[in-house]
């Protein structure tokens, strides 16, 4: 009997084509919905669907993504990576709030359930697509841009795994398979977490030697290419840097980042910071998962917009990531702030505020949004009021006005993912090259030093926010953190970092904040923060994730347990 495994327990059982037999019997059939593998092993065209499909991974868990299957992470999920944050709250819970409140276990991972497996699944995908790959026949040159596609996917599949867990199993280029000896130690050895990035940066060295500058007219938008595999590169080494990783140097993530910048490809977007996530390959996008009407996402627009609107809410923003937001004279939004007005605190906000959270009074489609009480139509006194926002806002960015918020279905959710782009990268270069060298420092083989990089994005047409100036290494470290937290907002990026930089401890340990807002009977507006979700706590443990019950079980003990769990 055939059959393919389409849940994986551990390394073992991670592929979509592990093949088992049993004794011809009744149900001795041929599935109808499988790829024969030895057609997949000599048709070119079907194996390389096969490698086009590594870049997203089985749906395991309710809720991951809507019409296709997940891709690299959350992104464009019903609970976004940022409602595990001080970002947002994700309104209807889905499997967030454990994580937000501490609560994570071996037998309980809420929304963080599948990265283990997911991600293994994936490696033994690609190596099967490298040992299928030495033996089909196409032309050398192809097979050499194939090769860098499939070791680009194995490792960002790796980077997940180590951002995550820490030390991860190494599994090399083996296929493993289920007659494999399942007491061999290797298969269960976790290497250390700077083995394991070195092993990483390795194959993506040699995945941007093999893959090309551009996508030819033959690839599709979103697949990988130099600047993709540099760009996770530049990621990774910074990671390793970082004080919770200590695995590497400050030196090589300038390097690397500087690797992608000598590329002379990418350039900040200026066409406004809003727009830039509602287009497909901006001049700014590194690597992206592109969507068609053929390839529906969650409709974003419905899953996070208004209750006023029809919307569900979603990722509601907090207070804190609110107040994170400088006024446009750069100075933070408080009342020693000439340009800060209480009574109308959304307004000289850095301009990336507008476009990235919708709050009381901001415009939206027909009309201004009302998240005020009594009677604001976004309120718990609108339509819907099980889909009021719990922390007085709504998430703003991602989020295209043209596409219909009612009744979406098929008509919507079409913007890209973007996993990585050039803002990210000078992010990068700026907290590498503060922390090796300085702040005005122009490390050798570039030509701007850590302030000039951050003052580029905040320039940037739609932003426009003033250069910051001379500042020690300490506060330009502050401002560098600031910016990223900006910049990224909702990207997925907060998440990791406020582990590496290991100020988890403080960032989520406090409440979830929120606003009530009251209109007076003069038509002015009273402000009172609230707790939006009570209960955050965050402990030493928990810059890890544990890796799940199931695999411990699965490998007979013999994989080793994150600390604390």
């Given at each position: 009997?055939?059959?393919?495994?389409?849940i994986?327990?551990?390394?073992?059982?991670?592929?979509?084509?592990?093949?088992?037999?049993?004794?011809?019997?009744?149900?001795?059939?041929?599935?109808?919905?499988?790829?024969?593998?030895?057609?997949?092993?000599?048709?070119?065209?079907?194996?390389e669907?096969?490698?086009?499909?590594?870049?997203?991974?089985?749906k395991?868990?309710?809720?991951?993504?809507?019409?296709t299957?997940?891709?690299?992470?959350?992104?464009?999920?019903?609970?976004?990576?940022?409602?595990l944050?001080?970002?947002?709250?994700?309104n209807?819970?889905?499997?967030?709030?454990?994580?937000?409140?501490?609560?994570?276990?071996?037998?309980?991972?809420g929304?963080?359930g599948?990265?283990?497996?997911?991600?293994?699944?994936?490696?033994?995908?690609?190596?099967?697509?490298?040992?299928?790959?030495?033996?089909?026949?196409?032309?050398?040159?192809?097979?050499?841009?194939?090769?860098?596609?499939?070791?680009?996917?194995?490792?960002?599949r790796?980077?997940?795994?180590?951002r995550?867990?820490?030390?991860?199993?190494?599994?090399?280029?083996?296929?493993?398979?289920?007659?494999?000896?399942?007491?061999d130690?290797?298969?269960?050895?976790?290497?250390?977490?700077?083995?394991?990035?070195?092993?990483?940066?390795?194959?993506?060295?040699?995945?941007?030697?093999?893959?090309?500058?551009?996508?030819?007219?033959?690839?599709?938008?979103?697949?990988?290419?130099?600047?993709?595999?540099l760009?996770?590169k530049?990621?990774?080494?910074?990671?390793?840097?970082?004080?919770?990783?200590?695995?590497?140097?400050?030196e090589?993530?300038?390097?690397?980042?500087?690797q992608?910048?000598?590329?002379?490809?990418?350039?900040l977007?200026?066409?406004?910071?809003?727009?830039?996530?509602?287009?497909?390959?901006?001049?700014?996008?590194?690597?992206e998962?592109?969507?068609?009407?053929?390839?529906?996402?969650?409709?974003?627009?419905?899953?996070?917009?208004?209750?006023?609107?029809?919307?569900?809410?979603?990722?509601?923003?907090?207070?804190?990531?609110?107040?994170?937001?400088?006024?446009?004279?750069?100075?933070?939004?408080?009342?020693?702030?000439?340009?800060?007005d209480?009574?109308?605190?959304?307004?000289?906000?850095?301009?990336?505020?507008?476009?990235?959270?919708?709050?009381?009074?901001?415009?939206?489609?027909?009309?201004?949004?009302?998240?005020?009480?009594?009677?604001?139509?976004?309120?718990?006194?609108?339509?819907?009021?099980?889909?009021t926002?719990?922390?007085?806002?709504?998430?703003?960015?991602?989020?295209?006005?043209a596409?219909?918020?009612?009744?979406?279905?098929?008509?919507?959710?079409?913007?890209?993912?973007?996993?990585?782009?050039?803002?990210?990268i000078?992010l990068?270069?700026?907290?590498?090259?503060?922390?090796?060298?300085?702040p005005?420092?122009?490390?050798?083989?570039?030509?701007?030093?850590?302030?000039?990089?951050?003052?580029?994005?905040?320039?940037?047409?739609?932003?426009?926010m003033?250069?910051?100036?001379?500042?020690?290494?300490?506060?330009?470290?502050t401002?560098?953190?600031?910016?990223?937290?900006?910049?990224?907002?909702?990207?997925?990026?907060?998440f990791?970092?406020?582990?590496?930089?290991?100020?988890?401890?403080?960032?989520?340990?406090?409440?979830?904040?929120?606003?009530i807002?009251?209109?007076?009977?003069?038509?002015?507006?009273?402000?009172?923060?609230?707790?939006?979700?009570?209960?955050?706590?965050?402990?030493?443990?928990?810059?890890?994730?544990?890796?799940?019950?199931?695999?411990?079980?699965?490998?007979?003990?013999?994989?080793?347990?994150?600390?604390?769990?």
């Amino acid at each position: 009997m055939k059959y393919k495994y389409s849940i994986p327990v551990f390394i073992l059982l991670g592929g979509v084509l592990a093949l088992s037999s049993c004794k011809k019997d009744f149900l001795d059939v041929t599935a109808t919905d499988r790829i024969p593998t030895n057609t997949l092993e000599s048709d070119t065209a079907v194996f390389e669907a096969f490698v086009t499909n590594a870049y997203i991974g089985t749906k395991l868990q309710d809720k991951e993504a809507d019409g296709t299957n997940p891709g690299f992470g959350r992104g464009f999920e019903y609970s976004m990576w940022s409602s595990l944050t001080d970002e947002s709250i994700y309104n209807n819970d889905d499997a967030t709030w454990i994580i937000q409140r501490g609560q994570l276990a071996p037998e309980s991972l809420g929304a963080l359930g599948v990265l283990w497996g997911r991600s293994y699944r994936g490696i033994r995908e690609c190596n099967y697509a490298l040992n299928v790959l030495a033996k089909i026949e196409m032309s050398a040159a192809h097979k050499t841009m194939l090769e860098g596609e499939i070791k680009f996917i194995r490792a960002f599949r790796y980077q997940d795994l180590i951002r995550n867990y820490g030390k991860v199993v190494l599994v090399g280029d083996k296929v493993m398979g289920l007659k494999d000896d399942l007491q061999d130690p290797a298969l269960f050895k976790r290497a250390t977490i700077k083995e394991g990035i070195d092993y990483v940066i390795a194959q993506l060295d040699d995945a941007a030697s093999k893959l090309p500058l551009n996508n030819s007219n033959s690839w599709v938008g979103g697949r990988a290419t130099k600047g993709a595999a540099l760009a996770l590169k530049s990621r990774l080494t910074l990671y390793a840097a970082s004080p919770l990783y200590v695995a590497g140097t400050w030196e090589a993530a300038v390097t690397a980042a500087q690797q992608v910048i000598a590329l002379n490809k990418y350039n900040l977007y200026q066409g406004g910071y809003g727009n830039l996530f509602l287009i497909n390959q901006s001049s700014e996008s590194i690597f992206e998962r592109v969507y068609t009407k053929n390839a529906n996402h969650v409709h974003l627009e419905i899953a996070n917009g208004p209750n006023g609107y029809g919307g569900w809410a979603g990722n509601t923003p907090t207070q804190t990531m609110v107040e994170a937001y400088d006024l446009t004279n750069g100075l933070p939004a408080n009342t020693s702030n000439p340009l800060f007005d209480p009574a109308k605190p959304y307004e000289n906000r850095d301009p990336r505020f507008k476009a990235t959270i919708l709050y009381n009074g901001a415009a939206y489609r027909e009309r201004n949004i009302e998240t005020f009480i009594p009677g604001g139509k976004d309120s718990r006194d609108g339509n819907d009021n099980w889909n009021t926002t719990k922390t007085g806002y709504y998430l703003k960015k991602f989020m295209n006005d043209a596409y219909p918020l009612q009744n979406p279905w098929g008509n919507a959710g079409f913007q890209p993912w973007i996993y990585f782009r050039y803002a990210e990268i000078l992010l990068n270069f700026a907290e590498a090259s503060n922390e090796a060298y300085g702040p005005d420092a122009i490390p050798a083989g570039s030509s701007i030093s850590a302030r000039q990089a951050i003052n580029m994005i905040r320039a940037r047409a739609g932003v426009n926010m003033p250069a910051i100036g001379t500042l020690n290494q300490n506060d330009m470290r502050t401002a560098i953190r600031h910016e990223r937290q900006i910049e990224l907002a909702f990207e997925e990026h907060r998440f990791y970092d406020v582990r590496r930089w290991k100020i988890a401890e403080t960032t989520e340990n406090l409440p979830c904040r929120g606003i009530i807002i009251t209109k007076n009977s003069n038509g002015s507006f009273s402000f009172t923060g609230k707790i939006a979700l009570d209960g955050r706590k965050f402990e030493t443990k928990h810059y890890w994730l544990p890796i799940p019950r199931a695999e411990i079980l699965a490998s007979g003990n013999k994989l080793e347990q994150n600390p604390g769990y």
